[in-house]
């Protein structure tokens, strides 16, 4: 039998190979985009055989997705974690700050040698969602964040099963950060200091939460 700390050492060098894949498919989906590196690209980068690539991750998409995946896990155990009391905004705001205090980069206001701001791996996969697999794995993690912030609000709330106002609430949660992500780009080819994906997400919820009526009657005029 193993002693404890074996296991540890070995587990450790584990995880160190893992965030070592990640890393390197993060640097040439950035580099080079998601169709054109493959599984190789990203064996060779990390210094690992391919099989050793696929001991951590079934496809590329896995490796391509693993970093939204895991902080959509961490921001939905931090919005249950939220305090009763506090409204949904309140939830948001709160949660993605912990989160930032854990280190989570999302929320970073991440460059380029060029000093060009661009989103972590997470967000700058969906620049090219129309990779069907990768639009595909994007859709199922959103279905699943949507149901988990609707089956939350719905306890703190206390609306019965199979109340629409719930999905409702969860749907502009999931929408603000949806905008954000495809905001970012947008903002920052303009911005020389963007606001960070998580600013914009807080600044999208409290739009949704003023109502679509405000938003229409407070567009700018047309010059």
Known sequence: MAEPDTISRRDRKKAETRARIIEEATTLFRLHGYQATTIEDIAEAADVAPRTFYSYFEAKVDVAMVQLEQWMIDFIVAMETRPVGESPLEMHANALAALAEQGAVTGHRLRDDTGRPFPPIGVGILTVEHEPEVAGRIYQILVQYQARMSDLFRERLGYPLGAIEPRVLAGALCASWFVAVHGFSEVAAVDPDPPSTDELGIR??????????????GRPEAG
Do not use: D, K
């Open 204 to 217: 999208a919820l409290a739009s949704f939460s003023s109502g679509i009526a405000s938003l229409w009657e």
